[in-house]
């Protein structure tokens, strides 16, 4: 058995929730389409504009190059986008953190793996997982995400350990139990 203590804050939550927003396949696609569905739409904007203003005297690429500035929006859009959404994202996690107390999720935290699961116990709430019941055990940067459903997980900083090798040791103890059962 293999148990650690440490404090879970708003930016662990955080974290976890980006890496889900982000590598979740259903919320991946809505992000993609977020991002590229309005240069859709302002490209075909742009082709009606351009298939209009066409006149008898002008060339189809003079009528272009008159409204090129208008092509300027979809590097810039490109571009600024993934910063816009991580901002927006964050504010969205940060407030609603702080619309309630949270006392189950933050604060000191005790997790244990064994051979038969999960345990994770806070000073208000205590849960026990077998190992056939976890979805996945995820390494991400600084965490390691135990999954105990689709959308849900226990959030395990590296700060809880004392060295790089222990926080390894850790994740492929639990991905080694997690794939065994």
């Known amino acids: 058995m293999i148990m650690i203590q440490y404090q879970l804050n708003k930016e662990d939550f955080k974290a976890f929730n980006l890496y889900h927003y982000y590598h979740s396949p259903t919320t991946r696609k809505q992000y993609y389409r977020s991002w590229f ?29 008159d409204l090129s500035p208008l092509l300027v929006f979809v590097p810039l859009y490109l571009v600024y986008y993934p ?20 006392v189950i999720f933050l604060g000191d935290k005790k997790v244990s793996i064994s051979e038969t ?47 790089d090798e222990e926080f390894n040791s850790f994740y492929n103890a639990a991905n080694t139990y997690c794939n065994g059962n």
Request: proline fraction near 4%; hydrophobic fraction near 45%.
């Open 83 to 102: 910063f816009a959404f991580r901002r927006r994202f964050t504010k969205i996690v940060k407030s609603m953190f702080d619309d309630g107390r949270n």
């Open 117 to 163: 699961g999960i345990d994770d116990i806070g000073e208000y709430s205590s849960t026990s997982i077998k190992w056939p019941a976890i979805e996945r055990v995820v390494l991400f940067k600084e965490y390691i995400f135990v999954y105990t459903s689709s959308t849900e997980g226990i959030i395990i900083p590296a700060r809880a350990f004392s060295t």
């Open 37 to 65: 569905m309005p240069i859709v739409i302002w490209l075909i904007f742009f082709v009606i504009i351009w298939y209009f203003s066409l006149t008898d005297e002008s060339t189809p690429l003079r009528g272009l190059l």
